[in-house]
């Protein structure tokens, strides 16, 4: 396959490519490429930053405790918590299943989630980690079925008295069928259908029959004693629902302009049995997939930026608040979403501030905010010698780089080589212009010039 | 202009991305200065106590809900026989004494929402409490009526949801030196030297570009508007202030921002409310306090007006732990030279009817008072901006 391509297609199912992985598939086919990809990513490996057995212990007592040792739990979580964002960055730096660490992200901010409690949420990361390549149908129920959500959602306020419709409301607008597929009247029986959802200190999920309501429900149509899973199979039943997640997984692997026959097209591959693998198949192997208009037209997420330059220059973070703090400045702090509609992605993520700061992050990780103005014409350093001014005031980042790893892999390339390997879409004017007079003088500094020009906060 | 039509008008020639708007911006000011209305909110996040903020005195359910916190009547600041401020509010005090503050009591909206985050989305959005707006109401003025980012800035290191519109935002900002140093960096000079590719313009590749420009010379233009100015008032030493320190500055030196937004967090006083929140309303009325008096000595004070909310208030009953949980309905300031309805705008709240969770009703809608504001003092289409039509309050 044309290197362009499998550099669009490495993008968007991972987080780019190097050299190395590069030159080993330029001889294959697109069919084998794409096959490796889903078989390297056939295993779930789960994160685990704490152990269902030592948390329970940590709880068994939990009435008898005192405030003090209450506050001292609710720390530990949070603590846990950054340990589990920490650790997600370190998957996705070092992937062993692409794949479906892209989907995982992906769903990420479509199952919109937030938690304090660590072992549920944990749950629940690698509940998206299991189903990302799996069966829709049975993702949605585990979903709405995980301790997570339920609290999320406000499962526990839902009572066959009482009803709360958030879950049912949100389950039909934001994770299967979009705003105008339904009636209020379908939401509010539906409600009805999920009265007793709850869960166990471990996140098993359990029915509170007390709080159920076994009464009649009338839904899309039809009348019947119907449970929450009978609602779920009800709504997934609507072809909307393939179209909504079909529209959803185009917008953010392919183009967020959409292309109405592809969509028909990924529609006809995935319902009505709702299987994510053979719809990702279909479209990485789709001819639009690789067209002009598709290629490095993407706005990069703040993580695919952060995660692509690891991917150049390998980068360790000496502090767990100084990622964390990082994600936050740059919008996406994962873990944390704005809100249950999750990040707006495309242009929200960009806006004056956060544009000036993303150009700046390749030179802030990689050479103390310096951006080597070398063999650029006319010299000036202003920003340098203010930046090393800078140099070891506290608040600096305390990031160590693996440059060797990168020398190995890209200082044998010629300039047109790494612009063209780091560079994904076509090159504006300006940057060709400034990139004829830039006089070459190493692979880092040169690297460094790229990531800092607006296009590569494209992919 | 509307935006629609700045836009046009800025395609007619790609080259005008390279005259630096803030040559324009000046030429504009000069005529706008004179009824230049301007809009400065804080948020007090967490969720303020508005009962211990304004307390009702005289009424026997406060003092049996807050055996452990309630205010001491002898210390309060009265407003009349019914109500009175926070011992620490002497500043705000003497703002309604001399008629510059309105206070609207029970504002809130139908089917509250307990969460920061969510309540603060809802405040952010002016959302229905069920709706997931992804807009922020004050990012939908910008879409509608903003020409550059710096038309809307928020005094902090980033942007939040409330000045981020469709398609246009505004920005943020701590330092307007720091700002213009991080956009002064050689590299990136050099890559906007270049003539600009006017096919790009309709592409994310030309979002990019355009983005960087308007960042550029946003920076560039608040930062020489700023630099001669120089305040002489004093300011208390905290974060609020800071932040007011620096709209003062934009104000006086006629930035051309119509709105900007500060915030004071650490109100969310689960326990030990006392001494925590004694404390942070000393530090806003200090900071409001000095705010003002730099406005009126350099005759700003009329043309700015100053909205404080948070973005629910506690409950009446306190807790076991000294402290108040999440509530909902609140009382809103809003201070400015010209109110047309001075002091307490509305009833009391009443501690006698409360909802199913014990916390106060709202009988006003914070859109309202969005509304009003959008219509009266920005004059802009309020309906256009908030999705729906809202009955206007008279303090305007």
């Avoid at chain 1, 359990?206 to 709504?235: M, P, V």
């Avoid at chain 1, 692509?308 to 990622?323: R, Y």
């Avoid at chain 1, 990780?365 to 800078?390: C, H, P, Q, W």
């Avoid at chain 2, 009265?78 to 609207?104: A, V």
Wanted: hydrophobic share 35%; charged share 25%.
């Amino acid at each position: 396959m044309d290197t362009k391509y499998i550099q669009h297609l490495y993008w968007r199912a991972g987080f780019g490519i190097n050299p190395n992985e590069l030159s080993l598939f330029k001889k294959k086919s697109k069919k084998e490429i794409v096959t490796t990809l889903f078989r390297n990513s056939k295993k779930i490996e789960p994160i685990s930053v704490i152990n269902a057995s030592d948390y329970i212990d940590l709880y068994k007592n939990f009435k008898s405790l005192k405030k003090e040792q209450r506050k001292k739990l609710q720390k530990m979580n949070q603590k846990k918590i950054r340990d589990l964002n920490v650790a997600w960055i370190q998957r996705l730096c070092n992937p062993h299943q692409l794949l479906r660490e892209r989907m995982t992200l992906f769903w990420a901010n479509h199952f919109v989630c937030k938690d304090n409690n660590i072992l549920h949420f944990q749950q629940f990361n690698n509940l998206l980690r299991t189903y990302a390549l799996g069966n829709f149908r049975d993702f949605v129920k585990a979903v709405s079925k995980s301790a997570s959500m339920l609290k999320y959602l406000n499962a526990k306020q839902n009572k066959k008295q009482s009803p709360n419709e958030n879950f049912a409301r949100e389950l039909m607008e934001l994770f299967t069928l979009g705003i105008g597929h339904y009636s209020e009247n379908d939401i509010k029986e539906s409600a009805k259908a999920f009265t007793g959802w709850n869960h166990k200190h471990n996140g098993a999920f359990i029915l509170r029959k007390r709080l159920h309501d076994y009464n009649e429900k009338t839904f899309l149509g039809t009348t019947g004693n119907f449970t929450g899973e009978d609602i779920i199979d009800k709504i997934l039943d609507q072809k909307q629902c393939a179209f909504f997640i079909c529209e959803k997984i185009y917008k953010y692997f392919v183009n967020t302009k959409i292309h109405p026959s592809h969509i028909d097209e990924m529609v006809k591959v995935f319902y009505p049995t709702y299987d994510i693998a053979k719809l990702m198949n279909h479209v990485f192997l789709s001819k639009w997939f690789y067209n002009q208009e598709n290629r490095g037209t993407k706005i990069k997420s703040p993580i695919d930026l952060l995660v692509g330059i690891h991917k150049v220059v390998p980068i360790e973070f000496k502090t767990t608040k100084q990622l964390i703090y990082l994600q936050k400045l740059l919008g996406q702090q994962l873990l944390n979403p704005v809100n249950v509609a999750g990040w707006k992605m495309g242009r929200h993520w960009i806006d004056t501030n956060s544009l000036m700061f993303r150009l700046k992050l390749p030179s802030i990780l990689l050479n103390n905010a310096v951006i080597s103005l070398k063999g650029i014409s006319e010299f000036e350093d202003t920003y340098k010698m203010y930046a090393e001014k800078r140099k070891g005031k506290k608040g600096y980042l305390k990031i160590t780089q693996d440059w060797d790893i990168f020398q190995s892999q890209y200082s044998p390339l010629t300039p047109v080589q790494l612009q063209s390997i780091l560079l994904s879409g076509i090159l504006s004017e300006n940057a060709q212009d400034l990139l004829k007079d830039i006089a070459f003088s190493n692979a880092k500094d040169y690297c460094i010039q790229l990531m800092s020009l607006p296009e590569y906060q494209l992919c | 202009m509307k935006r629609r039509d700045f836009i046009k008008n800025s395609a007619l020639a790609s080259s005008l991305l390279y005259v630096p708007s803030f040559v324009n911006a000046f030429n504009n000011f000069n005529l706008e200065t004179e009824g230049y209305k301007r809009l400065v909110i804080v948020q007090l996040s967490g969720g303020n106590d508005g009962l211990n903020t304004i307390t009702p005195f005289k009424n026997d359910l406060y003092f049996k809900n807050r055996p452990g916190i309630s205010n001491n009547p002898q210390e309060l600041l009265k407003l009349n026989d019914e109500l009175g401020f926070h011992k620490n509010l002497k500043p705000l005090k003497h703002l309604y004494d001399q008629g510059f503050l309105s206070i609207i009591n029970n504002v809130g909206y139908p089917n509250p929402n307990r969460s920061h985050f969510r309540s603060t989305d809802i405040w952010h959005t002016a959302s229905d409490s069920n709706k997931y707006l992804t807009e922020g109401w004050l990012g939908r003025y910008l879409d509608n009526y903003g020409q550059n980012p710096y038309n809307g800035i928020e005094v902090d290191e980033s942007l939040s949801l409330v000045l981020k519109g469709n398609k246009f935002n505004g920005m943020a900002v701590q330092n307007a030196t720091q700002l213009f140093r991080n956009s002064q960096d050689p590299y990136f000079k050099k890559v906007l030297n270049y003539p600009a590719n006017p096919h790009l313009s309709e592409h994310n590749l030309g979002y990019l570009y355009k983005t960087m420009i308007a960042a550029k010379n946003s920076a560039k233009y608040i930062y020489s508007t700023t630099k001669t100015y120089n305040s002489k008032q004093e300011y208390p030493n905290n974060p609020l202030a800071k932040q007011l320190k620096t709209a003062a500055e934009f104000i006086n030196s006629g930035v051309d921002c119509k709105v900007i937004y500060t915030s004071l967090g650490g109100f969310d006083t689960h326990f030990n409310q006392k001494l925590r929140q004694d404390k942070l309303l000393k530090v806003y009325a200090q900071s409001i306090d000095a705010f003002v008096k730099d406005l009126q000595t350099n005759n700003t004070f009329k043309d700015t007006l100053v909205l404080t909310f948070s973005e629910f208030g506690r409950r009446v009953k306190q807790n076991a732990a000294e402290g108040t949980d999440h509530g909902t309905a609140n009382n809103v300031f809003i201070i400015g030279k010209n109110l047309k309805k001075k002091g307490l705008y509305n009833e009391a709240p009443d501690l006698a009817d409360l909802d199913s969770n014990g916390d106060l009703k709202y009988s006003i809608d914070f859109r309202r008072i969005y509304a009003t504001i959008l219509k009266k003092w920005m004059q802009v289409d309020d309906k256009i901006i908030l999705n729906q039509s809202f009955n206007p309050l008279t303090f305007l």
